[in-house]
């Protein structure tokens, strides 16, 4: 579970908010808010303000070094993929 879709839940939670309501006023369905919750660089800065402005609590660090760790996460997967062609192409 990432921390955004902690804080999300926990937020929720502290302004008994339902996510229907969150999904509507965020003019999106529950499906594309799961997909965002679940995937935090998907979010949009209407997306983030409008959070806000529902009283959600909102740490844009997280958000940031999240997006960060799951570059981290393919560059260190490409880079694998590159050794092994290295290997095949040298054998």
Avoid at 13 to 41: C, G
Avoid at 54 to 61: D, K, R, Y
């Amino acid at each position: 579970m990432n921390k955004f879709r902690i804080g999300f839940i926990t937020s929720l939670e502290d302004l008994k908010l339902q996510k229907a309501f969150v999904a509507s006023r965020l003019d999106m369905t529950m499906p594309t808010l799961n997909s965002k919750v679940l995937s935090p660089e998907k979010l949009t800065l209407k997306d983030l303000s409008n959070l806000l402005d529902l009283g959600f609590q909102i740490n844009i660090i997280n958000i940031l070094e999240e997006i960060k760790e799951k570059r981290n996460g393919k560059n260190n997967k490409s880079k694998k993929t590159e050794k092994s062609l290295e290997q095949i192409s040298t054998s």
